[in-house]
């Protein structure tokens, strides 16, 4: 089994006995104790830092801004400029509705009509999304930025900023470092793609072709 699968099938665990005791159990979700949040901040803090620190960087999806996943196709400039200008788009218009989606939890947030168990069940939730879209539909591929697969991914290591983002509004030690942490994941990946956008796209990158994939991959028909 794939270590996105265990990843997927853990943060549904996670998500589905949240759901329970937050709905069944809402007392008991008051008095858990630190160490028990302690405990998860520091495995999402070791997860970031799998991608954004080079050496720890494995697989070409959040790796590919690394030279090291870069193998030079015979290409078109002009054809590669095309394409990144249609995905900057695309993109700009995905974050923009995710901006308006963490204004709305706000807005929600700061009139009481949620709290800050709620921004942790929202974060909890976002976290089994990620791995939902990884390993059965994903609506970044199907709508809104519509690469072919988690390899061409234009946005693959957003992930960590997508599912923190809404800790802005618990401002303590651990929300926020997990949030700071996701925004470098995200600036990283970014400043890399504006630097060095061949990486990121089949037309210049071999590796990231469906012909070379060593992935276990939904989308990968040959296999």
């Known amino acids: 089994m ?21 709905f069944f159990f809402y007392d008991f979700v008051l008095t858990i104790p ?83 168990y709620h921004i942790i069940l929202l974060v909890i939730v976002l976290n089994f999304i990620d791995y ?27 992930d960590h900023f997508l599912k923190f983002a809404p800790f802005v509004f618990i401002p303590e030690f651990k929300t926020w470092s997990l949030l700071f942490l996701g925004i470098i994941a995200l600036v990283q990946w970014e400043l890399s793609y504006a630097i060095h956008p061949e990486r990121f796209i089949d037309i210049s990158n071999e590796n990231l072709r469906c012909s070379n994939c060593e992935h276990d991959c939904r989308f990968n028909e040959a296999k």
Do not use: Q
């Open 2 to 22: 794939g270590y996105s699968k265990i990843k997927y099938i853990f943060s549904g665990i996670l998500m589905l006995v949240s759901l329970v005791l937050f």
């Open 34 to 116: 630190e160490w028990v949040y302690n405990i998860f901040w520091l495995l999402f803090v070791i997860d970031i830092l799998t991608v954004t620190i080079p050496r720890f960087a494995k697989h070409s999806p959040s790796g590919k801004y690394l030279k090291k996943f870069f193998k030079e196709a015979d290409y078109s400039k002009e054809k590669l400029f095309e394409y990144v200008k249609t995905m900057n788009v695309r993109t700009v218009i995905t974050f923009s509705l995710y901006m308006l989606f963490l204004l709305g939890i706000g807005v929600l947030y700061y009139l009481s009509f949620i709290n800050r």
């Open 132 to 158: 939902f879209s990884i390993n059965t539909w994903c609506i970044f591929h199907k709508v809104l930025i519509r690469n072919r697969c988690c390899n061409t991914c234009r946005i693959y290591n957003w």
